[in-house]
């Protein structure tokens, strides 16, 4: 790219966050509602570290860079923080200990603060009051099961304090597009308003690449990996004979939706609909029938297995209800009539998109693909208002309502997909089934009973997912088998070759398998506080995180710093 003479209109020094309009910069206010308008195309902003994506990565990077005295610029794709939990729409994966150990302090907090939001709003019962552990929607897929707006504003009053100070800036709704490198560091990044195609660009020492699918890699020729690798290449149990770099985890266009009893809410046939009722997924092993119906191929021995779906809360079926799966309201958490129903998020097998790759293509296929995704989404509300069979006797329950509002979207959808998995750095270290998979651990040490994960000497974190991968675009049916509670390497957060690009999202050094257990709420949230937390560290000691990772002596002082400030860095004997 060619270099442009810049002028440095507005630092991160100024108070300022910016969604296309402007909030927190009175001076501005009067003037303009359109801050891109303002700096015109040549101008710059510029910060100690800039960070692209706001999601739990990008927000984790974020506060852990301020709170270590940086100034900062967040970007973000959309209009609302946090990604995969808010403007994805998926309440949290977690695991089975996350209220006391296995995730961050500072994840601790954002949960707690979640529900001291419905504490502080909400017309609670007096037994959801009292309960320490609210569950807001009792949802089986998680102890915190959310409205995702929730957590949008939640993220928002964590940044607050930092806009105020004049130490963060936010962009919302922009995307970067260009990168300008200079030997192995990034000088700048070029970013495009979404809503008038305004760019501008934004120059500071670090960056990091918090994007969904690791847009900066190639962006900054920052050397990475799609796909899935060969087994000759990991020695993964589970690996593929041949590499694949076009196989990805499918996608999901998540929406929600409540039920009133008696009423009619049918949407609108779907232009795609006859083609998703008929539609069998094209998967080795086989799917168990067609997708759109109320079973699916269970993702650990891949036999078919029934689902059940009953709203209207007289349910005594022994299957697994996906009304309650992933519940981000429950009724009865709440004061009689305040609400008319449940609301339900509807991430189900039966919405993933596997038929396109979004992450290897361009922004076109992105778009068809995501496009196609939603219409899925639609076609299946609209089968189960039509012609899901009922627990009793007949089809479609027309009861459904589509709830726009819960997704803040003219349609209805998610404000962006759920993604799987993203481009992966070529790590300094890379993270191997062996390392983490229960079984290929156990042939690996020979060790048959108390298994325990690798023991990483540079560790920055600690989490635990079963390993999950979900159907792929390039015909894999589900892969899912045990791993062990594990670390996160620093050597994973640090590519080859380029020494001021720093991962905070699935974009670190894990291979197609063992991204099925790092890819979680707050797996993703460690990487991006401890990414953070390194930006900051190397910052103050003038040194690339190469560095700090091969000194002895500058590990173990940046491992203690860490956990001072609330990351484990072991799991508890």
């Not at 100034?71 to 403007?87: A, C, F, H, K, N």
């Not at 799609?226 to 087994?231: I, M, N, R, V, Y």
């Not at 004061?335 to 039966?350: H, K």
């Amino acid at each position: 790219m060619e270099r442009k003479k810049f002028v440095q209109l507005i630092s991160a020094g100024s108070s300022l966050a910016l969604s296309g309009a402007i909030t927190g910069f009175p001076s501005l206010i009067s003037r303009s509602s359109d801050f891109s308008s303002l700096l015109g195309n040549n101008t710059a902003l510029s910060a100690d570290v800039v960070i692209a994506g706001g999601g739990l990565g990008g927000c984790a990077a974020a506060l852990a860079s301020l709170r270590n005295n940086l100034r900062v610029i967040l970007t973000e794709e959309t209009d609302w923080l946090g990604g995969q939990l808010s403007q994805q729409g998926v309440p949290p994966d977690e695991h089975q200990w996350i209220e006391t150990h296995g995730g961050t302090r500072l994840y601790r907090e954002l949960r707690d603060k979640i529900r001291e939001y419905y504490f502080r709003n909400y017309p609670l019962t007096e037994k959801s009051k009292a309960n320490r552990f609210l569950n807001p929607g009792d949802g089986s897929v998680s102890r915190l099961c959310h409205e995702p707006r929730v957590a949008a504003a939640v993220l928002d009053e964590l940044m607050a304090p930092y806009i105020s100070s004049g130490r963060l800036v936010i962009l919302k709704n922009f995307r970067a597009v260009l990168s300008d490198t200079e030997g192995n560091k990034v000088r700048y990044l070029t970013v495009t308003n979404n809503q008038n195609g305004k760019s501008f660009n934004l120059l500071a020492k670090w960056f990091i690449d918090a994007t969904e699918l690791g847009d900066l890699l190639p962006l900054t020729g920052t050397e990475f990996i799609t796909g899935t690798e060969s087994k000759t290449d990991t020695g993964e149990l589970h690996a593929p004979e041949k590499a694949n770099p076009e196989n990805n985890q499918s996608f999901t266009v998540c929406f929600a939706m409540d039920f009133i009893e008696g009423e009619d809410h049918t949407i609108d046939k779907p232009e795609e609909y006859d083609f998703w009722k008929n539609h069998i997924p094209p998967l080795t092993p086989p799917w168990s029938g067609r997708l759109l119906e109320l079973r699916y191929s269970t993702p650990s021995t891949l036999v078919p297995k029934d689902l059940g779906f009953n709203p209207s809360g007289a349910d005594t079926s022994p299957l697994l209800n996906l009304w309650n799966y992933r519940r981000i309201i429950s009724k009865n958490n709440f004061i009689p009539g305040a609400y008319r129903s449940d609301i339900t998020v509807v991430n189900w097998p039966q919405n993933d998109y596997m038929l396109g790759n979004i992450i290897s293509g361009n922004k076109e296929d992105f778009n068809k693909h995501v496009s196609r995704a939603k219409q899925l989404s639609l076609s299946l509300l609209y089968w189960l208002q039509t012609e899901a069979p009922k627990p009793d006797s007949g089809y479609g329950w027309k009861g459904l309502r589509l709830r726009k509002d819960i997704m803040d979207t003219a349609d209805g959808l998610a404000k962006y997909p759920y993604v799987r998995e993203s481009r992966r750095i070529k790590p300094l270290f890379r993270i191997l089934e062996e390392h983490v998979g229960k079984e290929n651990r156990s042939l690996v040490t020979g060790v048959r009973e108390n298994i325990r994960a690798a023991k990483f000497h540079d560790s920055v974190g600690t989490g635990y997912y079963h390993i999950d991968l979900h159907p792929s675009c390039g015909g894999d049916n589900y892969i899912d088998f045990p791993s062990l509670p594990f670390q996160i390497p620093l050597g994973a957060l640090i590519p080859q070759r380029v020494e001021n690009l720093i991962p905070a999202n699935k974009n670190i050094g894990t291979t197609h398998i063992t991204n099925g257990c790092y890819r979680l709420h707050p797996v993703e949230w460690n990487i991006g506080e401890s990414a953070g937390a390194l930006v900051a560290f190397s910052s103050a000691r003038n040194v690339i995180p190469l560095t700090v990772r091969e000194n002895k002596k500058l590990l173990e002082e940046f491992q203690q710093m860490i956990r001072k400030q609330g990351i484990e860095t072991e799991w508890p004997e």
